[in-house]
């Protein structure tokens, strides 16, 4: 009995055991249902610790940056080399110093110039030397703009550049330099070798008439207007294989002004004299005037459009001339300079003999200037010029008044030695035979004109001579205490296919010292 009581007994207590958890599963259960928001605090938490993560990793990923900025920033500060991504014209300068840039831009734009540029306008051409006129690329100013790439702004914004130019490129175009003085001056000269150029009117005395040219309307090169087509040739590196067209305007001649003419050329006879204490030369004058009335002259040019006109003078004799005083009115020889022609060749002999004869006598007085074309006159055939070899747009033909440019070359180096200021002088399209590169001077009536000035302080006498083969001018005056010994030196400077440069430089000396050396000149020929 007592152990069947005892086993009931456990059997309760197991039973009540039971009951004991299962009510305890229900309170549990129904203190989660009751409170919904005990089950998410450990998903807070993790949420937490996340955030935490991404915001360390933030304040890392920010370290990194400034300190690749820093790092960065120090670099672009000391590196004083230009910046990747950078050419000039077209070549690729990155990473390199400022000399060595230039060094290697020099020696690659040397590959892209030419020696000399070819000017054309329609059948003309003419050739142009780089050298001479200076014409080269700014290298240095385009070197020192490829170094203030990344430079020019705050840290901020030079990084950005900097960076910017890792992953493209720009091109800085170097400004093309020249001596725009002298290249103006040398296509202003050229306007007289164009085919169709401009012919101003004209005059000159001839057998006691006034003979008046007309002029003629043509072209003349506009300076300004090639020079940007030449800068834009180099620019663009055509100028290697393709002529650089050479802009021109059309202009009309000066109007033929008679009362100017009149003015300039009437005066009255004066008579030749010199005093001895001081010595000094006075020369004589021929007066002149017109035979017929102002108004009547005037008529004659008004009347019809002529190439020539013709106003009769009236040429007043003075009674004692310069030649009438003799050799010692001009007592020392200045100077001498010779040539030699070919006499076998009569009609070139008869022009050379025609220009020299009126040339001949001649008396400057102080600051006067001597105008070959207005002493000479008009190569006509009624003045007694013969045809002879001339130099025609680069060609040699048969020309009224061929050779004579060889008296005013012969002129041109007497002038020199006579230490003479020479104000308007132009070279030929060909060295002549007669003289050397850069010793010679053409003229052309109505374009070209030889013309210096009698810069001492005493009148001189032009002697000159044509026999025997051989042309030669004197130049008489009186020596002064600041004479110096004139030597002139000339060398050509270079050739190429087409053309002969060179130059001329007259050379001073004083008790055989050196001291002064003037240029002369820089010519461009064309080669045969």
Known sequence: ?????????????TIQIENENTNTNKLEQNSKEENPISEFVPVKKKNMDVLSIFTLFVVIFIGILLVIFTIFTIYNVFNTNIISGIHIKGMDVSG???????????????TKLPQEITLKHGDFESTISISQMDISFDTKSAINSALHVGREGNIFQNNLQVLSMMFGNVNIE?????????????????????PDAVVQSSYYLENN???????????????????????????????????VEIAVKTEQPDEIKVEQIYNEIRKDPVDAYYTKDPFEIHPSENGIDFKISLEEAKAIISSEKKEEYSIPLTIIRPNVTTNMIGTEAFPDMLSTFSTRY????????TNLMLAANKINGTVLMPGETFSYNKVVGARTIAAGYKEAPIYVEGRVEDGLGGGICQIT??????????????????????????????????????ALDFQFKNNRNYPIKLVCSVSGGIANFQIFGMRQEDDVEVQISSYETGRTATAIYSEA????????????????????????
């Open 96 to 110: 390199l110093s400022a000399s060595d840039a230039k060094y290697q831009l020099d020696n690659y734009l040397k």
């Open 209 to 243: 008439e006034l003979i008046i040219t007309s002029g003629k309307e043509g072209n003349i090169v506009n300076a300004e207007k090639t020079i940007e087509n030449i800068k834009n040739s180099i620019s663009t590196f055509s100028a290697l294989n393709t002529p």
């Open 409 to 446: 070359s012969t002129l041109y180096n007497a002038v020199i030695y006579a230490n003479l200021e020479i104000t308007q002088r132009t070279n030929h399209q060909f060295v002549p035979s007669y003289v050397t590169a850069s010793r010679d001077a053409t003229v052309v009536y109505g």
């Open 1 to 13: 009995m007592s152990n069947k009581n005892q086993l009931l007994e456990k059997e309760d207590k």
């Open 174 to 194: 170097p400004k093309i330099t020249c001596n725009k003085q002298l290249l103006t001056k040398n296509l202003e000269d050229l306007s007289s070798q164009l």
């Open 342 to 349: 070919a006499a076998s060749n009569r009609n070139r002999t």
């Open 505 to 528: 430089y007259k050379i001073l000396k004083r008790n055989g010292q050196v001291v002064d050396k003037q240029l002369l000149s820089k010519d461009t020929y064309k080669r045969h």
